[in-house]
Structures are given as C-alpha cells and as structure tokens.
C-alpha cells in the first residue's frame, strides 16, 4: 500500500494551532480530536504540564472556520474527575446530533486509567455535563485504557484504545490498542486486539491508534520505555477483519523528536485535514494541523 499522505507536506505546510502556556519539556498542548460539521471546525486537545506540577491539567473544545485558528468554546478540568491527570479526550457527535467527549482519567496515586464521558446538546455545554465513568478498565480487570478513538459505522459504535497492562510495575508503559464495540457508544464489549508491537522494531514498546480511516489507521509507536511522550506514528492497512502495521515505519517523525496523536478529517471535496501533536526544538509540544489532498 502506498502512504496515504505526502511525508514532506505534512511538515513544512503545517500551520500551528496551540501552543503549550510554557515553552519547556513536559509542557504540551496536543492530542486532539476533530470534527467537521455543517461547515464548522470541531477540536478537543488536552493541556499539560510538567510532572509534579499539575500533568495533565486540563481538556480544551474549540471551534473554528478554517480549521486553523480555534477559539475555546468549553473547559474540562482534571479536579472536575477527581483524577491525577487527563490525556488526550475524543469528541464525538451522535448521529442524533448530540456530542460527547470521551475524557482519560488517572487514578489518584496509581498507574491505571480509565475513561469518562461527558454529553451535552451543544459543545459549549460539555464542560458543565455530568461524567460517567464509560471503561474502568481494559479487557483484562484492572489494566489501564485511555485514550479511545471512536466511529459510528451506521449500525453501531467501534472503539480503539490504548490499553496498558499492570501486572509488572516497572514496565506499565507497555501498550497495545484493543477493539470494542457498542450499540449506544456507552456500554461497550471488548472485541479483541487491533494491533500489538512488532518484536525488536520500532513500535515493539507499544502501539496506539490514534486515527482510524477507511482502510487504513494511525498510530503511535515506541521502541522502548525510554521514548514514552516521545512516539512516533505509523500506518495500519485493514487485514480483513484485523490490522496489519505497514512496513517501513515510523512513516512520520518530528526533526526534535516525537510526532503523536495524529488525526485526520476527510473532506468532501477530497482533501484531507490532519491534526498532530510535534515535539519542539526547547522540548515541549505543540498542535499543528495541514490541509492535505485526499
């Protein structure tokens, strides 16, 4: 399969969307969420800072005309899900027209996940909605899971997570994505594993979808614990009813380190606009977005 993107465009014509509030490592602004409905831009992105100093401090919904220049319309905060840190939040619009926001909560004093949803008529309502708790845990009871992708097929919900296992202390960075499936995008089946990492390569650390498109997903891979915040993506080709990782990655990398949480939004005309969280050159991350042919 040939990469469906162009490599050097994606780059040099990306434009920057949000900017961490300081400019060190361990200070984010990324993993985001899009959505484009009747002629409007969509995005949630989670803020952090440094460890010891708040992490993941914060989940943010903007709107925007061009897909470029966001105004924040809603705030969720992680003392709002009595949790140590939020991670990267998925934004879903129901084919009813509500919305919701899949929120990654940590465990206070713990290395386990779990996800939270909030659901309001309007995205500017969001941050007032009550959260429920939606995945307490991976298929396996009491392993972490965070940061879900999630599609409606017409039919019936899917989610891919990044689902950490916890049985050894000192190696709970390890992650693989798993499948769920639902039929009201609440209660959720776990439906297997989509992917794992390869074996002595560059993803064998972990995988994580971050973009799930018809044929094909994104995802974050690492090699080992050392380059945990610091992936880099691959691609993942549909194997009839499973995923394969497609030779030759990682197909996309920052000059400065990590390139993550890649998110890409079809268009009608063909084009596609992608989302991604960079590494910079002073450590921290910041949020871009390229408008791509399709």
């Known amino acids: 399969m040939t990469l469906p993107l162009d490599v050097d465009?994606?780059?040099?014509?990306?434009?920057?969307?949000?900017?961490?509030?300081?400019?060190?490592?361990?200070?984010?602004?990324?993993?985001?969420?899009?959505?484009?409905?009747?002629?409007t831009w969509w995005l949630a992105w989670r803020l952090r800072r440094p460890v010891g100093e708040g992490r993941g401090f914060a989940n943010v919904v903007g709107r925007s005309a061009d897909g470029v220049h966001f105004t924040p319309v809603a705030t969720v905060r992680r003392e709002s899900f009595a949790c140590d840190s939020l991670e990267r939040p998925a934004l879903v619009r129901t084919p009813e027209g509500r919305w919701r926001l899949y929120v990654s909560c940590a465990t206070p004093g713990?290395?386990?996940?779990?996800?939270?949803?909030?659901?309001?008529?309007?995205?500017?309502?969001?941050?007032?909605?009550?959260?429920?708790?939606?995945?307490?845990?991976?298929?396996?009871?009491?392993?972490?899971?965070?940061?879900?992708?999630?599609?409606?097929?017409?039919a019936r919900w899917h989610l891919w997570a990044?689902?950490?296992?916890?049985?050894?202390?000192?190696?709970?960075?390890?992650?693989?994505t798993?499948?769920?499936?639902?039929?009201?995008?609440?209660?959720?089946?776990?439906?297997?594993?989509?992917?794992?990492?390869?074996?002595?390569?560059w993803d064998a650390r972990g995988v994580r979808f971050t973009a799930v498109l018809?044929?094909?997903a994104l995802y974050d891979g690492r090699a080992s614990a050392a380059e945990?915040?610091?992936?880099?993506?691959?691609?993942?080709?549909?194997?009839?009813?499973?995923?394969?990782a497609l030779p030759g990655g990682p197909h996309l990398q920052g000059p400065d380190g990590g390139l993550r949480y890649a998110d890409a939004v079809p268009l009608p005309g063909g084009d596609v606009r992608w989302f991604y969280e960079?590494?910079?050159?002073?450590?921290?991350?910041?949020l871009r977005t390229v408008l791509l042919p399709g």
């Open 110 to 154: 713990t290395t386990h996940w779990r996800v939270d949803l909030l659901e309001a008529a309007r995205p500017e309502e969001l941050a007032g909605a009550p959260a429920r708790t939606v995945l307490a845990s991976g298929p396996v009871p009491g392993s972490a899971v965070k940061d879900p992708v999630i599609r409606h097929d017409g």
């Open 214 to 216: 018809d044929g094909f």
């Open 162 to 176: 990044s689902v950490h296992p916890l049985d050894d202390p000192d190696a709970t960075d390890r992650m693989t």
């Open 278 to 286: 960079i590494t910079r050159p002073d450590g921290a991350h910041e």
């Open 228 to 244: 945990n915040w610091e992936e880099r993506t691959g691609v993942a080709v549909r194997d009839g009813d499973g995923w394969t």
């Open 9 to 39: 465009r994606f780059l040099a014509d990306a434009e920057l969307v949000a900017a961490p509030e300081d400019p060190r490592p361990g200070s984010w602004a990324g993993g985001p969420s899009a959505q484009f409905v009747d002629g």
């Open 178 to 201: 798993e499948h769920a499936v639902s039929a009201d995008g609440v209660a959720w089946t776990w439906a297997g594993t989509s992917l794992t990492g390869t074996p002595g390569g």
